[in-house]
Antibody
Framework: QVQLQESGPGLVKPSETLSLTCTVS????????WSWIRQPPGKGLEWIGYIFNSGSTNYSPSLEGRVSMSVDTSKNHFSLRLTSATAADTGVYYC???????????WGQGTLVTVSS | DIQMTQSPSTLSASVGDRVTITCRAS??????LAWYQQKPGKAPKLLIYKASSLQSGVSSRFSGSGSGTEFTLTISSLRPDDFATYYCQRYNTSPWTFGQGTKVELK
């Protein structure tokens, strides 16, 4: 059974970069799309984007220019960077496994990131 | 971008009720639609993919239907564990937009 675990700072200062890593266990990181989704407090889900194991990416247009993702197949993990963070970026960030048939089938437990000085 | 609209936003129901949630796309997405269940403080859980395919391990009380622009999620007989928020998501093209969610609460 695939398991995903997010890690990274829970507090980020405004204008700084939000960085998270997702470690995949119970399966190889190859041949899937690895996604990031976030959820502001009390609100709905927002798709951030995904990265394929080859390194090709697809990002939400609303975050294009601030977001980047990377994958390290040797460590079986992938990462998210969101620059110029503001309070609007506060929320629970989920990493997840995706594929073009089933959409998002495995999710991490989520990690709360607060953007505040 | 293609927008996804769920209705209703909140649904009050009783245990044993048959419940239907609707998701509409602003343009055709064929059957590239998934449904998720989310409980407070938990990650979402995939219920249905490709509009009507039941994810492995998910109760057969859940079913999905539709194609093009209109989709439904049906819970045949509501159980206490089903009170949660449900989201649809399109994944035909980027961005993989979510609906705003439907909260199923106890009447």
């Amino acid at each position: 059974q695939v398991q995903l675990q997010e890690s990274g700072p829970g507090l980020v200062k405004p204008s700084e970069t939000l960085s998270l890593t997702c470690t995949v266990s119970g399966g190889f990181i190859g041949s899937y799309y690895w996604s990031w989704i976030r959820q502001p407090p009390g609100k709905g889900l927002e798709w951030i984007g995904y990265i394929f194991n080859s390194g090709s990416t697809n990002y939400s247009p609303s975050l294009e220019g601030r977001v980047s993702m990377s994958v390290d197949t040797s460590k079986n993990h992938f990462s998210l960077r969101l620059t110029s963070a503001t309070a609007a970026d506060t929320g629970v960030y989920y990493c997840a496994r995706s594929n073009v048939l089933t959409a998002i089938d495995f999710w991490g437990q989520g990690t709360l990131v607060t953007v505040s000085s | 971008d293609i927008q996804m609209t769920q209705s209703p936003s909140t649904l009050s129901a009783s245990v044993g009720d048959r419940v239907t949630i609707t998701c509409r796309a602003s343009q055709s997405i064929s059957t590239w639609l998934a449904w998720y269940q989310q409980k407070p403080g938990k990650a979402p859980k995939l219920l249905i993919y490709k509009a009507s395919s039941l994810q492995s391990g998910v109760s057969s009380r859940f079913s999905g239907s539709g194609s093009g622009t209109e989709f439904t999620l049906t819970i045949s007989s509501l159980r206490p564990d089903d009170f949660a928020t449900y989201y649809c998501q399109r994944y035909n093209t980027s961005p993989w937009t979510f609906g705003q969610g439907t909260k199923v609460e106890l009447k």
